[in-house]
């Protein structure tokens, strides 16, 4: 057995009870102090930081999603006499169709005055209600607004509406039916 000295008694005792126990393995063990991190604070306050920005974007979210619902709300009331008008419309067509029958006993007709009178109150109510005609004839052809069901030659420019087979209509800002046109295809040859 070796023999301690005093002074060599007093070091061993006063170092802490971690090193000790590494102390006979060498540095190749790391100190557990080291695994800790350095401050506790900094990791909470890192939580605390990104708690803090999901509350923010959760609330900027939900903010999105009330505008978005008001606004498809707003639409909504705002479109929601579209189907009634879109029937109401092919009644206007066909009572149109009548009116030319009836034009055809004479203009002064007591049935055809009648029904000229009736159609203008009818399109009248409804331009009151923000439905607009389309009127095509003689304008330049408008996919957004035209369905072009024939091309035909004609002394007009091409792509020219030579004829409207169908009026369409506008409601508000909408297209809510397009018109059926016959297109020219220019000067026949």
């Known amino acids: 057995m070796k023999k301690i000295s005093g002074s060599a008694q007093n070091k061993e005792t006063e170092r802490p ?4 126990s590494t ?3 060498g540095a190749a063990v790391p100190r557990a102090e080291a695994d800790e991190p350095e401050d506790p604070m900094a990791g909470l306050q890192a939580d605390l930081d990104r708690f803090r920005d999901l509350a923010l974007r959760s609330q900027a979210d939900f903010e999105n999603y009330k505008k978005r619902a008001a606004r498809e709300k707003e ?4 479109y929601a006499n579209s ?3 879109e029937r109401l419309v092919t009644i206007i067509d066909n009572f149109e169709l009548g009116l030319e029958a009836a034009k055809g006993e ?6 055809y005055s009648g029904m000229t009178l009736v159609l203008k109150q009818l399109n009248d109510l409804l331009s009151e209600n923000g439905l607009q005609p389309i009127e095509a004839e003689g304008k330049k052809f408008d996919p957004n607004l035209h369905e072009a069901i024939a091309h035909e030659p004609s002394e007009f420019p091409e792509e020219t509406v030579i004829r409207q087979t169908r009026r369409g209509y506008r ?3 909408r297209l809510l039916r397009p018109a059926r046109v ?6 026949g040859k």
Not at 182 to 187: E, K, L, Q, R, Y
């Open 182 to 187: 016959i297109v020219s295809s220019g000067p």
């Open 17 to 20: 009870a971690s090193e000790k």
């Open 171 to 173: 409601f508000k800002d």
């Open 75 to 78: 639409e909504a009331v705002k």
């Open 106 to 111: 004479g203009d002064q007709s007591p049935i």
């Open 83 to 85: 189907a009634l008008l």
């Open 23 to 25: 102390a006979g393995l």
